[in-house]
């Protein structure tokens, strides 16, 4: 019976010591569990990143004007923001608030007035020049911002609602225009003019339902007096006094933190206008 026994036992050592080899050829002592398999990476979709270089912009107003300007694409999740510049400049003047716009992740639009930059194609191949437009020719901004709204409304990119920013008679366009629609989610407007070259603003800001938020600088008194009146008449109107007499856009430099507030007014007018009085912005 000793050679049998010896037998099994030389089988069984032969058998172990062929299974301790296979596991060291498998990368792993003998004896040792198999190693959990590693957790899947958590993939993360990064977000889209902000449009940098603008796509150009061309519309064709009811009335033959073709108005040129830049679009960047951003988000359906926020409104869409429309800037409109003041007299005799042109789209470019909103660059710095357009990129910080971008950045936020709206949608942005900025276009030269008719007869302002590229903008100077008028019915039936017109040249347009600014410097001759009557009084009349002026209320026709708002139409023109009309246009552009419509046209960007039938773009699968865009948001259902707007923003609309104004600089000087560009804030007049804006007021009108929001009179008279119901798709616009806030107003904000830089050194608002009474009747810039005729175009009223008192009258049609009764009827803007949206927020509306008014920015002048302290020494600029036919301004200030203005924003002071739209928040009055405006159901839901603001001012916001800065320091200095710097017209429009040039009271950026002046005020670090005007550039933080008309960002966060694009992202939510609502609560940026909510239950504020007129206020004096001071320097920072």
Not at 34 to 45: I, L, M, Q
Not at 86 to 115: C, F, K, P, S
Request: aromatic share 6%.
């Amino acid at each position: 019976m000793v050679a049998p026994v010896r037998a099994r036992r030389m089988r069984w050592l032969f058998a172990t010591t062929l299974l301790c080899a296979l596991c060291a050829l498998g990368g792993s002592g003998c004896g040792e569990r198999e190693a959990a398999p590693a957790a899947e990476p958590t993939v993360r979709v990064p977000e889209r990143p902000a449009q940098t270089a603008p796509d150009p912009l061309r519309v064709t107003t009811p009335n033959g004007v073709t108005l040129v300007g830049n679009l960047w694409r951003g988000g359906r999740d926020r409104p869409a923001v429309v800037l409109l510049h003041q007299l005799g400049a042109e789209r470019r003047e909103w660059t710095q608030v357009a990129e910080a716009l971008v950045r936020a992740g709206h949608t942005v639009v900025a276009y030269d007035h008719r007869g302002h930059g590229e903008s100077r194609l008028g019915p039936g191949g017109a040249l347009l020049q600014w410097r001759t437009f009557s009084d009349s020719e002026w209320t026709k901004l708002a139409d023109d911002l009309d246009a552009v709204l419509e046209w960007l409304k039938r773009q699968p990119f865009a948001p259902d609602t707007f923003v609309l920013g104004g600089s000087s008679i560009g804030g007049s366009a804006a007021i009108v225009a929001a009179s008279r629609r119901t798709d616009v989610a806030g107003v904000f407007v830089l050194s608002p003019g009474r009747a810039y070259r005729g175009v009223d603003v008192l009258r049609p800001a009764a009827s803007v339902q949206a927020p509306l938020l008014a920015f002048v600088a302290e020494g600029e008194a036919p301004s200030l007096e203005t924003a002071e009146d739209l928040a009055r008449v405006a159901p839901r109107g603001r001012a916001r006094v800065l320091e200095g007499s710097a017209h429009g856009l040039r009271m950026l430099p002046a005020n670090p933190s005007l550039l933080a507030e008309l960002v966060a007014f694009a992202a939510s007018p609502r609560e940026a206008n909510e239950a504020r009085p007129t206020e004096t912005m001071e320097n920072e």
